[in-house]
């Protein structure tokens, strides 16, 4: 079957820096994408990997590593509008994207 | 504004009731896609359609039926629901259902609970 795996909840500091894990098997892969969701919210686009490395975009970077299945989401100089749920998905070989089931980002002042 | 819109935003239905959900996209995307999330649980595709095929239904139960009149507009027509269909629909659009970068967009969500 095909599992995305991530941590169900983190917490982190205002002006730290997390990283935030992801593990995937499916049926094939062309493309690793996060997706950022406040509470009662529309999920919103935050960056694409497809080959391997880190992509940075502004205070968030992902990384991806295809032959470990693994990739993770660093977000720096945390602000309090970074909480929100973080969601991985991988899209398989029949180009569907499959979700994992988020980790909440708590950020303490 | 992620130029896509849903239509009730929350909706109570009885489970014999006929209710429709409706999804609107000013992107001028041709792939669009209905989404279930329930909570801590990952997002569920439902109905896939590009370019107004329908190209996925994914086991769905045949009490939701999606509609795609052209490439705009989305609509999921729901009848007999059951009380575990109580979850937040999302729907999406995407420049086409093929790879590259090429991200959804979603709407806000209808908030659908199931007495």
């Known amino acids: 079957g095909q599992n995305i795996d991530q941590p169900t909840e983190m917490t982190a500091t205002e002006g730290a820096i997390v990283q935030i894990n992801c593990t995937y098997q499916t049926s094939g892969f062309n493309g690793l994408f996060w997706y950022q969701q406040h509470a009662g919210e529309a999920p919103t686009f935050l960056s694409y990997n497809v080959l391997d490395g880190l992509e940075e975009k502004g205070r968030f970077s992902s990384f991806l590593s295809r032959s470990k299945g693994y990739s993770y989401l660093l977000l720096k100089e945390l602000q309090m509008k970074d909480s929100a749920s973080y969601l991985c998905?991988?899209?398989?070989?029949?180009?569907?994207?499959?979700w994992g089931a988020g980790t909440k980002l708590i950020i303490k002042p | 504004e992620t130029g896509v819109t849903q239509t009730p935003r929350h909706l109570v239905m009885g489970m014999t009731n006929k209710k429709s959900l409706k999804c609107e996209q000013h992107l001028g995307h041709n792939a669009m896609y209905w989404y279930k999330q329930s909570a801590k649980k990952p997002l569920e595709l439902m109905f896939v359609y590009n370019f107004k095929e329908q190209t996925e239904n994914n086991s769905v139960p045949s009490r939701f039926s999606p509609e795609c009149p052209n490439s705009s507009h989305l609509f999921l027509h729901l009848h007999t629901l059951q009380p575990e269909d109580s979850a937040l629909y999302l729907c999406a659009s995407s420049q086409d259902a093929s790879g590259g970068a090429n991200e959804q967009f979603f709407g806000p969500g209808t908030r659908l609970t199931v007495l």
């Open positions: 998905a991988v899209r398989d070989s029949n180009y569907q994207l499959i």
